[in-house]
Structure formats: structure tokens, C-alpha cells
């Protein structure tokens, strides 16, 4: 008997060893509420994007760590996936240590890692999503969500600073590669940041875009918080009626206030080209967190926009729903 609980002594302090040594764990986040936008019937839609990921972490000694991320997306409504790659939205092994964080693989673009940082509405759903994405990614044809094959590397905070670079390959003979570098700065109440990025290549003949992204944020108290950013993308191409063209400018400004155990939220955005307006919007909206990981939402705002032709159409949206993280 004293053999025995001996054994399950050993085993147990080795099963322990093990654990803290190296982790995997399954986290993720399933949103979806009812959007009714005008000359539209209500549709069942996501304001945050659904998902399920893992995360590992093997402590290799010496403040070293070799780390993985998988992330899927899925659509709450129907179940299907979001994308052709099933790991679409992170698919990524690396390094972490006392130097920073390096990374190869499919991540989060650069940019668009800062976008809830100065978004109230992240630029998702149907104020964020719909509207301030094309602010906040020039167009939403320079700025990228996910970028493949790329090499990103994140520093460690040093004095509020965290500089960032991604290199992104183009796999392709005489097909140039894409760039992106930002650095972050957070300091108390004061919080700042400024990007650069420059896509892949779309061929070995094409020209290459660009976008410069400067924004920041001021919180006063505890409970009042403003947002804004300014964007410039260079597309290289001709001006257009749509947001495709040209050189697109855009800015937005944003604020939240915690009140009734929420947080009341609004948004203005525009952006114009060399010829035309291209889009502005104004959005509300109230998060009201149920617990630390459910939250009830309602928004609504109305915009114009010149996409796909040119006139300015005007839409009104609203939307209410509930996320859930896990």
C-alpha cells in the first residue's frame, strides 16, 4: 500500500511538471443579433465575428517559450465556415522571450491589430463593419485583415513603447513582397500609434499600394474615453467614383462612456478621394455586460456611401445582439 501511494505520489508531482511546462487551451467567441437596414428585411447577422481557436505554450527554459495560435471562423447563424482555409483567421507558430514575440505564419495584419484601440465599434458589425472599416483600411482594398506567409515580429514594452514589424512573402518569382511596421505608445490616460502598410504585390507587373494610419486616444476619469485616427491610402491607380481609386483620406472620431453598468458609445467617420466623397457615418450604440464574458448590444447609425457607383447612397441600419466569449 505504501508502494503504491508512493507511485501515484511520483506520477502526480511528474503530471504536475508537465502542465506547467506546456499548455493548450480552447477559447473563442459566438455573437449574433437580428439587423434591419432600410429596404432590407431583418436578417440574422454577427456584430463581433464568431470564432473558436487554441492556443499553446511549451516553457522551453530561460524565459523562453515556443507558442501556436489556430483560430477558425464560423458564421453563428448557419454554422459554415468564413473562409476557404479553415484555420483562416490565425494559423501561426513562434517564439516569446525576453526580446519580444516572433511569429511565421497567417496573423493579424498590423493595422488592423489597432483598430478596437481607437473603433468603439472595432470596425465590425453593422456600424463598424459596414462603414468605419473602409476608413480605418483605406478603402478596405489596402489595409488588410489577415495577412499569410508572414514573418511578424513585436517587441516587449519599453517605457510604453511596443514597435512591431511584419514582413509578408509573395512566394512568387519577381512578385515583391508586402511590409507593414507600427509602433504603439500608452502612457496612463494618453495613448497613441502610427502604421505603415504596403500589401503584396497583386502580380509581377502590379503596382503596390500603400496607407499611413496615426491615431490615439484620451481617457477622462474613469468612466469618459475619446478615440480618432487619420488615414491616408495611396492605391496608384486613377481616381474613381468609387472608393477604389486614388488617393483616399479619411478620418474618425469616437467616444465611449461607461454609464447603467454599460458603456454608451458613438462614432463619426468620412473619407474622400481626389473627386468625391467616398463615405461618412455616424453610428451609436450601448454594450450592457451580463457577466465579464456575456454582453447584450443595440446600435443604430446612418451613412453614405460611394462604393460600387456614383451616387451617394444613403443607408440607415440598426441592430441588436448578444456575444458571448469563451
Known sequence: MKKLSLALLILSAFSAAAQAESSVTVHGRIDLGLTKANNLSIQEKANHPSYIGFKGMEDLGGGLSANFWLESGLEADTGAATAANFWGRDAAIGLVGGFGTVKLGLVKA?????????????????????????????????????????????????????????????????????????????????????????????????????????GGGYKLGSDLKFTGVYTRGDTKTTTVASATGGILKGFLVGATYSIGGGDAKAVYAKQKNEKYNTLEEIGVGYDYGLSKRTTLYGYAGTGKNRFTDVTYKSTSHYQVGITHYF
Open 110 to 214: 498590423l493595422i488592423k491589430s489597432t483598430e478596437a484601440r481607437v473603433d468603439p465599434f472595432s470596425a465590425e458589425g453593422a456600424i463598424g463593419g459596414d462603414y468605419t472599416k473602409y476608413v480605418l483600411r483605406a478603402g478596405n482594398k489596402i489595409g488588410q485583415s489577415r495577412v499569410s506567409n508572414a514573418v511578424t515580429y513585436i517587441s516587449t514594452n519599453i517605457e510604453g513603447f511596443v514597435f512591431s514589424g511584419q514582413a509578408i512573402l509573395s512566394e512568387t518569382k519577381n512578385v515583391n513582397a508586402g511590409f507593414s511596421a507600427l509602433t504603439i505608445y500608452d502612457n496612463g490616460p494618453f495613448s497613441a500609434q502610427i502604421g505603415y502598410e504596403k500589401p503584396v504585390a497583386a502580380s509581377a507587373t502590379a503596382v503596390q499600394p500603400n496607407m499611413y494610419s496615426l
